[in-house]
């Protein structure tokens, strides 16, 4: 059993890049055999991760998420997903007015972009390197089909905005502009890029509304005491406010290390892992 100041943990939610998996992408067995058995006995796991969920799908069959919980969430917490039905079931959007307002602005500083649209399968790119970027047959394209060019005059709801600038000063004078729009959520990712989603969306809330979908479907009583939860990045600070026992990677930043309950390994070296078995050496 696993405990934190005598709290049972029962469900266990980690971030995807930088946390779960290593830099080249990669799964490490000793993380994914291990949380394959923690959900035998009865713990629950998920991934809340700023990519959309079939964006990171492989990695939630790959630790059989689909058998046991069910749900992800997705689009730093815009979504909660349930993974073995392929539905939604809880969703906090960007509307069209914000859509369009968020996107005269990236224009303006000449920066490039995707949007994915609800009920959409194509990732939109404004910018020509970009579009030509993602064209690429072996392209991320974020759980997407295909990648198309935006049109401002095809703007519809969206999931989230990610956007990226080649030059750091400018961003950083883009992002302050962004920062002051009352309806988004705008979560810096690194020096260069963001992620954009609904002001009311993020890790945090999509974490809370997880817990209260697991107390009704699968008759478990679950309280914030009872998650732990691993990150890495500025999109995981949300989650690291509302939960007491978040947990930080060893390389996240120094604003989300100062909110950490306790500190992890490194992703590269099966962090996750190695802190899950001192948790049961310590109980």
Do not use: W
């Not at 696993?2 to 930088?18: M, P, R, W």
């Not at 069209?96 to 949007?115: G, K, P």
């Not at 890029?193 to 809330?205: A, M, P």
Request: with cysteine.
């Amino acid at each position: 059993m696993l405990k934190i100041n005598d709290h049972e943990i029962k469900l266990i939610v980690t971030n995807v890049d930088g946390t779960l998996i290593t830099d080249h992408q990669e799964l490490p067995v000793l993380v994914q055999n291990k949380l394959i058995v923690l959900q035998e006995q009865v713990v629950y796991v998920s991934i809340a991760s700023g990519r959309m969920p079939l964006g990171f799908d492989n990695y939630t069959t790959a630790l059989k998420i689909k058998d046991y919980s069910q749900y992800v969430i997705g689009a730093n917490g815009s979504l909660v997903y349930n993974a073995k039905n392929n539905k939604i079931v809880y969703s906090n959007l960007l509307t069209v007015d914000d859509v369009r307002a968020v996107v005269t602005i990236l224009l303006e500083y000449q920066c490039e972009f995707t949007i994915s649209y609800e009920n959409d399968n194509t990732l939109y790119c404004a910018g020509e390197v970009l579009l030509k970027a993602k064209s690429e047959p072996d392209a991320f394209l974020d759980g997407m089909k295909i990648a198309k060019p935006f049109q401002f005059d095809e703007i519809k709801r969206a999931n989230k905005i990610v956007a990226k600038h080649l030059s750091r000063t400018v961003f950083h004078e883009m992002f302050q502009v962004l920062k002051q729009m009352q309806n988004i959520n705008v979560e810096q990712l690194s020096d260069y890029g963001c992620d954009i989603v609904h002001v009311q969306s993020n890790k945090g809330e999509a974490i809370l509304h997880l817990v209260d979908i697991l107390n009704q479907t699968q008759k478990t009583n679950i309280k914030i005491e009872n998650v732990l939860y691993f990150g890495d990045n500025y999109n995981d600070r949300s989650a690291f406010e509302v939960l007491p026992y978040a947990i930080a990677m060893e390389h996240a930043p120094t604003e989300v290390l100062k909110l950490a309950f306790d500190v992890a390994g490194s992703n590269n070296a099966g962090g996750i892992y190695h802190y899950l078995n001192k948790l049961e050496q310590n109980n």
